[in-house]
């Protein structure tokens, strides 16, 4: 009887660890933008003043620069610190709206990067919460490639389309 005594706090503190550790690894999650997951899921969700956008399964928009275009991957190393490339490690899956038009293209890391129409998808690191698009009409520039980045877009949006920098979107529809 006195083992069973010993025994039970120690299964409780193992239990407590447990616990502990698994909700620090789901805020760490929370933390990052557009993590990559085997069911990452692209759907349409409405941004004011923007419209209908591409979100990932969080809820945050989806961009995609003028320069990653036709399965080339231009966004790499530190660009990828700033735009996170959607990943996943099987299919992508999308709603009914968008599924027919999702992909994926190698990276040079050999990741899968989540395409939209043929072009691959990025979260902003900066966007703070979903819905927001903060990173819509961003230029910069990594390892001698300057970038246009647009917030992906589906049908009806408010703001025209733009070919240079400031605001717009690509819109697939």
Do not use: H
Not at 17 to 40: N, Y
Not at 93 to 107: E, N, S, Y
Not at 143 to 164: D, E, I, M
């Amino acid at each position: 009887m006195q083992d069973m005594k010993r025994i039970t706090p120690l299964i409780l503190i193992a239990l407590a660890a447990a616990a502990l550790t698994a909700c620090g690894s789901s805020s760490q999650q929370a933390q990052k933008p557009a993590a990559a997951s085997p069911a990452t899921t692209v759907a349409l969700a409405k941004v004011s003043a923007v419209g209908q956008v591409l979100v990932d399964s969080k809820g945050f928009a989806l961009y995609s620069p003028k320069q990653d275009t036709s399965g080339m991957i231009r966004c790499t190393g530190s660009c990828t610190a700033i735009w996170v490339p959607l990943t996943v490690k099987g299919s992508p899956t999308g709603d009914p709206t968008v599924a027919a038009k999702l992909g994926t293209v190698m990276r040079p890391d050999g990741r899968k990067q989540v395409t939209f129409d043929g072009r691959p998808l990025y979260t902003f690191a900066e966007d703070s919460r979903p819905k927001t698009v903060s990173g819509n009409g961003a230029s910069d520039q990594f390892g001698g490639v300057r970038f246009n980045w647009k917030v992906a877009s589906v049908g009806t949006t408010t703001t025209p389309s733009s070919g240079g920098s400031g605001g717009g979107y690509y819109n697939y529809g």
